[in-house]
């Protein structure tokens, strides 16, 4: 195990990205105690907010991987290309998705939702609830809403990332 672990920390690439997701994930924790000061454990994990976690991860592989083979090799243009994807999907797709179960999350939580579910169960009976397994009707369950970034956010993991990769050194030799 201390050889696996050894090959692991050998790596540059894999350096630079685990510190630049670690520290956008411990920014976003302590910006989030200092707005609702209260810790909130979701954030070191969880997607969404400033910065941009997934952002400072491929900003920093690309960075180091241009700082390892250079900007004219291979490697760095695959690793470009897969930052653009993921910072691209984080502002759009993702966002869209999360601003989606807000909207969601309104109506299943107002009394639209009562009215709704009110209509379904006089119009196709119990059978067309979900169930509990004792069969009382299940409590809807509510939508993550945190799941993409402002392009602002995503700005913000890039430039950590940026930083990060420009202050760690690739190994010699």
Excluded at 90 to 111: C, D, H, P, T
């Amino acid at each position: 195990m201390d050889n696996l672990w050894g090959v692991i920390t050998s790596n540059y690439i894999i350096n630079v990205g685990v510190t630049s997701w670690f520290s956008a994930q411990l920014i976003k924790t302590i910006l989030t105690f200092f707005r609702f000061r209260e810790v909130r454990l979701e954030r070191m994990f969880g997607a969404g907010g400033m910065p941009s976690s997934h952002s400072a991860l491929v900003c920093s592989m690309t960075v180091g991987m241009a700082k390892l083979v250079g900007f004219d090799s291979p490697l760095f243009g695959v690793t470009f290309a897969f930052a653009m994807v993921v910072m691209y999907d984080a502002m759009g797709v993702r966002r869209a998705a999360g601003e989606q179960a807000k909207v969601l999350n309104k109506i299943i939580f107002s009394k639209v939702f009562d009215l709704l579910n009110q209509e379904i169960e006089e119009n196709f009976g119990p059978q067309a609830e979900e169930e509990k397994g004792d069969g009382t009707p299940a409590e809807p369950k509510e939508l993550k809403e945190f799941l993409g970034h402002t392009p602002l956010e995503v700005l913000g993991g890039m430039l950590l990332g940026v930083l990060i990769a420009s202050a760690m050194s690739p190994p010699m030799g």
